[in-house]
């Protein structure tokens, strides 16, 4: 199941649904018939998928940004560890159609930039998706990313015709994995469809005994209903309360009337909700802003500095944009969030920690680990704790609903009011884990601890938490939303 070229060789073992796992090889005698044997055998396949590339060579150009694509939210999931490298080693697949197009993309253990990893630049490494839109098991689309002649690129190609019928736009995003842009004028609209992707990742040439991973691990998904992020008549508004929970493996986790959606972001650092709790945004460090729900792609991926990173994000109050903040105290707007200035050019005594927009959407708050605050817009300061010694660092804020105050909380549970209404701490109980954050909830507040345990200063109902079940990645942040 290997190949003389890039494309030909993932290809085929690919469509070696029933064929060898990593550690778990069965012989082509005892494996049952898969989509290979059904095609005509693997030389068949492999002299097949050289003519593609021959025939496509000619047409293939360098392909542009791809950022403003829909986010994978449909996904299936691999097991860690049953690659040779972990630049190699899947562990997630997804695919989502809008309007705008499709996107395919992949989470690996350890992804390496294509433009700079020299196994890439030989031609031996690549990722290719496999569609099938008719649950018949034989692909109908192929779109293969790969480093060709120097060229960066993803052809989509008719499996069946083996023509070109468009190019893709690849993305390498750092720390997670890779993705392709497909044009809404180039794949159809699916309403259920079945998808695979497979890696290749060699030191050496890719040969007849290079391994791939693919996922899922040993066929197509099931046929799946294709989402769509935009919902055009959003339904009613119901008054409820609920809050979510995002852990460091991207992971959110929700309760109360609060909706959760699938798949996770690696390298996640930071979430934040829409108002109606029908979507929310979560962002990993080098500022890629994944989208669920009805929350919108805006931008994403400011330009950093050495050192920096994003650590935060927070919502306009419409939904309707967002603002990214770094560990340096800059803050890029996008959508219909506006500018009001931010701590560049600042050294601060500590990073920034966590923001929050006013209920206004005319300015924000940063704070920074030593509990300075930081005041933008109609943002006010009502003090801090940057000239007290704290026992522990200050992980959150939160904003009074009028205004008026708000709430800062340190890793122990210690809760410091300024303008606002004290409605209790954990800063004398002892913590089986440290608090992670802070959110305003009706009256009061909610904190949440990195072992998933939820403690409510409010006169909202508690909806659940994660003590019981303790998660298997910290919580990093939690959100909420009263409707």
């Known amino acids: 199941m290997r190949r003389g070229g890039a494309l030909a060789a993932i290809v085929a073992a690919s469509l070696c649904v029933g064929g060898p796992l990593i550690g778990n090889a069965a012989s ?23 003519a593609i590339e021959a025939h496509i060579s000619g047409q293939l150009r360098p392909a542009v940004d791809a950022h403003a694509a829909p986010v ?17 080693d899947l562990v997630g697949a997804g695919m989502l159609q809008n309007s705008s197009g499709t996107t395919f993309g992949v989470t690996v253990v350890s992804p390496a930039n294509p433009n700079a990893d020299p196994n890439w630049i030989a031609d031996q490494a690549g990722v290719i998706w496999l569609v099938d839109s008719n649950s018949d098991d034989i692909p109908d689309f192929l779109i293969d990313y790969e480093i060709n002649n120097g060229t960066f690129q993803a052809p989509v190609i008719n499996f069946a015709s083996g023509t070109l ?45 290079t391994l791939f991973d693919q996922a899922p691990d040993l066929d197509f998904s099931v046929p799946t209903n294709v989402q769509q992020p935009v919902v055009r008549k959003p339904p009613p508004v119901v008054h409820s309360n609920g809050y979510w929970m995002l852990g460091a493996d991207g992971h959110v986790y929700a309760f109360g009337s609060a909706k959760g959606f699938s798949g996770f972001v690696a390298g996640a650092v930071a979430m934040a909700p829409r108002a109606d709790g029908r979507g929310y945004w979560v962002v990993d460090r080098a500022g890629h802003v994944f989208t669920y729900g009805t929350a919108l792609f805006y931008g994403g ?20 944009g967002y603002w990214l903040f770094t560990n340096k105290g800059r803050a890029f707007p996008f959508g219909n969030a506006r500018s009001f200035g931010d701590m560049s050019g600042t050294v601060l005594n500590g990073p920034i920690v966590a923001s929050v927009a006013t209920p206004t959407g005319g300015g924000y708050y940063m704070v920074g680990s030593d509990g300075g605050i930081f005041t933008f817009g109609d943002a006010r300061f009502h003090g801090s704790t940057g000239g007290i010694h704290l026992n522990k660092p200050v992980v959150g804020i939160s904003p009074t609903p009028d205004t008026r105050g708000y709430w800062l909380v340190a890793t122990d549970g210690g809760v410091f009011a300024f303008g606002a209404p004290f409605r209790g701490s954990m800063g004398a109980a002892k913590l089986n884990r440290p608090v992670d954050g802070l959110v305003a909830f009706g009256n009061g507040y909610l904190m949440a601890a990195s072992d998933g345990g939820i403690f409510d200063f409010s006169n909202k109902p508690f909806e659940g938490s994660l003590a019981e079940h303790p998660p298997t990645a910290p919580i990093i942040g939690v959100a909420a939303y009263s409707t």
């Open 72 to 88: 994978p939210t449909m996904t299936v999931h691999d097991v860690e560890g049953d690659a040779d490298y972990s630049q190699g």
């Open 28 to 50: 082509a005698a005892t494996r049952p018939p898969n989509v290979i044997d059904r095609l005509g055998g693997m030389a068949a396949l492999r002299s097949r998928v050289h």
């Open 301 to 320: 991926s400011p330009p950093l500095g050495a050192g920096e990173f994003v650590s935060t994000i927070s919502a306009t109050p419409t939904g309707g």
């Open 165 to 209: 019928r468009c190019l893709a736009t690849p993305e390498y995003i750092a720390n997670v994995g890779y993705r392709v842009f497909v044009p809404a004028t180039c794949l159809p609209h699916f309403t259920t469809v079945r998808f695979l992707a497979t890696m290749a990742y060699e030191f050496t040439p890719i040969t007849e005994a």
